[in-house]
């Protein structure tokens, strides 16, 4: 009898940076991460909502890189954030995500969606054993389906420290929390609640 499928989640850290101080985050990120140059990524995502009888619409995410030929769309639903844990020292989310055609758009308005908004992510991707972490700029699309007619959308980085990992596993935020301890003074990842963000 085989074992059923070990759940994975994404345990996450997040904060901002300003742009004058990116080049010192790039300078001390490469101190503990791995002996290799980070990777960049520039990634075009649209996001779609169905508006049902709930509260609040059910949102589905699709980025897809446009730096790396050939990547598929991706469509990406986040659930429930857990909080309530406060042992755990990141943020902790259902996330399903799965590759798809380039005409799932026409799939996704058939089924009642319609695109919120879309954006182009560019930025730095590090690595430190199982950790990813992201440095990026949000720039907004000013004409609708055109990644090459861009503008930032703030004078600020994002960053995101990440880990796919099965839940309750406090070892595994814990390693999160003394990894970001290393990146104070210069940027303070936190446990982010995504609904004091809306």
Known sequence: MEA?????????????????????LIHRL?????????????????VFLLKGQQASPFVLRAPCSMDRAGSP?????????????????ALVQNCVDIATSENFTDFLMEMGFHMDYEFVAKGHLFRNGIMEIVVYKIYCILVPGNTDNTEAQSFSYLEELSVVAPPGLDMVSDAMRNFAEQLKPLVQLQKLDPKRLL
């Open 4 to 24: 059923p499928p070990v759940t994975m989640m994404p345990y996450l850290l997040q904060r901002s940076v300003l742009d004058h101080s990116l080049e010192s």
């Open 30 to 46: 490469r101190g503990p991460c791995d002996n290799v140059e980070p990777e960049t990524f520039l990634d075009h995502e649209m």
């Open 73 to 89: 769309w991706h469509v990406r639903s986040l659930g429930q954030s857990e909080m309530r844990n406060k042992n755990c020292h």
